[in-house]
């Protein structure tokens, strides 16, 4: 029984220790392998990474690299769009991105977002998910001290005081929240993806026999908005829309 408990014990500390060491040392290995401009052999070790379930934006950065440098521009702007979607202040992947864009066939100009968009995806891209919900909890246990401030004090311009934090923690504590989500909204989309195929028409329906009402190059970036079996309706940046294929996009 000592025996079987001590193998048990044995198994699960491997288990728990070396799995992150072998990945680290993976990690490691593929970015030897980039640095010795081995670019083909380093995208394979840093992809038997992800297939291990980690997501990292300097893992997916590291990839985009290796595809950029192994000419391959399509995966390159999927895995850099990987990387910003956990890290949008990535200002390096931000201009490889536009660089690996800039290979693209195609020359989409995505349609402008008005200024008051812009100005909250700015302001919910400042902290991360779990930053924005340690601040929510921090505020909210605030409101909990004024509370004991208020129950406890006899001076009537505290309680006051007590009473307007207490509304103004409230308020911050859930408009933190509330910022927490949306930061973390994109990271559990997957809506969008990446053009992988050379070449793909858009369909009016779903079917082969359908007209066909554009034609995108690998790289494009698209908008998932239906599904039908295999099917997919999708829009381009500039809002024009078609159905394709799974096989024809990898998702973002």
Do not use: C
């Not at 919910?124 to 930053?131: A, D, G, I, W």
């Amino acid at each position: 029984m000592k025996k079987f408990l001590l193998f048990i014990i044995t198994f699960f500390s491997f288990v728990v220790f070396a799995a992150p060491n072998d990945k680290d040392s993976m990690f490691n290995t593929a970015n030897n392998l980039y640095l010795n401009k081995q670019y083909e052999d380093a995208i394979g070790v840093y992809q038997n990474i992800v297939k291990k379930g980690v997501q990292s934006d300097v893992l997916y950065y590291n990839l985009a690299n290796s595809y950029y440098k192994n000419k391959e521009y399509a995966y390159a702007i999927l895995y850099f769009e990987k990387s910003l979607k956990l890290n949008p202040h990535n200002q390096e992947a931000k201009t490889n991105l536009g660089l690996s864009r800039s290979k693209n066939e195609d020359k989409i100009e995505p349609v402008s977002e008005i200024l008051l968009v812009k100005f909250w995806r700015k302001l919910v891209n400042l902290f991360s998910p779990n930053q924005w919900a340690i601040l929510s909890l921090v505020l909210f246990w605030l409101v909990f001290v004024s509370l004991i401030i208020l129950l406890i004090s006899k001076n009537i311009k505290t309680k006051k005081l007590s009473v307007f934090f207490s509304f103004v923690f409230v308020v911050a504590s859930v408009l933190f929240a509330i910022m927490g989500y949306a930061r973390s909204s994109p990271i559990r989309n997957t809506n969008s993806a990446i053009i992988i195929s050379a070449s793909t028409s858009l369909f009016a329906s779903p079917d082969k026999n359908s007209s066909t009402t554009l034609s995108i190059h690998s790289g494009t970036k698209i908008f998932i908005e239906d599904q039908i079996g295999n099917w997919y309706k999708i829009k381009t940046e500039d809002k024009r829309g078609g159905w394709i294929e799974k096989s024809s996009f990898a998702k973002i």
